[in-house]
């Protein structure tokens, strides 16, 4: 890959963490910092930066991690009439 267009990918992967501090669902704030993460993990392939890919390994799995430990919400409750 050319160098522009690894620099483009971790401006891009600058962008979408950023961006992820917009959203209003715990959820979705998570599932796009695990893009974010993504993102930055072939980044620091690329430019062969083992700290990068380390600690956004870390940071996907603790978004990963905190999505899929959460309880299902409660079923309501039926009227009996």
Request: with cysteine.
């Amino acid at each position: 890959m050319s160098p522009p267009i690894i620099e483009y990918l971790g401006w891009t992967a600058t962008a979408v963490f950023v961006g992820s501090y917009f959203c209003s669902r715990a959820s979705l704030l998570r599932s796009v910092q695990m893009a974010g993460a993504l993102l930055w993990i072939v980044y620091g392939v690329l430019i062969k930066a083992s700290p990068v890919i380390v600690a956004n390994g870390l940071v996907f799995s603790a978004a990963a991690w905190t999505i899929f430990r959460q309880e299902p919400p409660p079923r309501e409750r039926r009227r009996e009439g």
